[in-house]
């Protein structure tokens, strides 16, 4: 596709729902990044996948978040038992390979409501 | 806690000032990236500068980097109305993994 895309672009749950939010990338990138960004705050790193791999998860808050990319390309975050906490943007990013001299290219976010 | 942190929080201008924007951060890295975002949605790319650079430019945009003080700087020279956004800056501490540390940005405001 021309960009990355990023499907809901709204998200309202109710707390101890499950939810799953959805990236699809640049076509070709191999390098994949979840970052959650609270109200006036910078992005926050949740994740991030190098192919199909999770090359690093440090940024995951706790065990109720977790993300997947089964075949490289698209991936999938998902929320357990949702806390009002959990409310945010979450935005997805990728880029051609890992190294920082390539751009990152971001999606528009999700915008997740915990009621 | 975040890695960079961007002073001011707020800055108001008219338009055709120059927008000044500074980024301070706490560890040593490899590269500092400067974003813009509108409407707390997407961010963009503005500018990448290496640690072993001094100074780097792209159209209005000036950046500035000083690894011993731990700071960098963004200039937009000649501002426009549609300049009017969140800034952003972006530390790397690991070249090959890309995973960016963003600090809590700038709104600047630029009226016309």
């Known amino acids: 596709g021309a960009g990355v895309s990023q499907t809901p672009s709204n998200k309202v749950t109710e707390k101890g729902k499950y939810v799953e939010l959805r990236c699809d990338p640049i076509?070709?990138?191999?390098?994949l990044y979840w970052y959650r960004q609270s109200l006036g705050q910078g992005p926050e790193f949740l994740i991030y996948f190098q192919g199909t791999g999770a090359a690093d998860d440090s940024g995951l808050p706790n065990d109720r978040f977790f993300a997947v990319r089964p075949e490289g390309s698209v991936s999938t975050l998902k929320i357990q038992r949702t806390e009002r906490g959990d409310s945010a943007v979450y935005l997805c990013?990728?880029?051609?390979?890992?190294?920082?001299?390539?751009?990152?290219?971001f999606g528009p976010g999700t915008r997740l409501t915990v009621l | 806690s975040q890695q960079g942190e961007e002073d001011p929080q707020a800055l108001s201008i008219q338009e055709g000032e120059n927008a000044t924007m500074n980024c301070s951060y706490k560890t040593s890295i490899n590269n500092l990236q400067w974003y813009r975002q509108n409407s707390g949605r997407g961010l963009v790319h503005l500018i990448l500068i290496r640690s072993n650079e001094r100074e780097k430019h792209s159209g209005r945009l000036r950046v500035t980097l000083d690894t011993s003080k731990k700071s960098s700087s963004l200039l937009i020279t000649a501002s426009r109305a549609a300049d009017t956004a969140s800034y952003f800056c972006a530390t790397d501490l690991n070249t090959n993994a890309g995973k960016s540390t963003f600090g809590d940005g700038t709104t600047l405001t630029v009226k016309p």
């Open positions: 990013a990728s880029r051609l390979s890992p190294s920082v001299y390539n751009e990152q290219f």
């Open positions: 076509s070709g990138h191999t390098a």
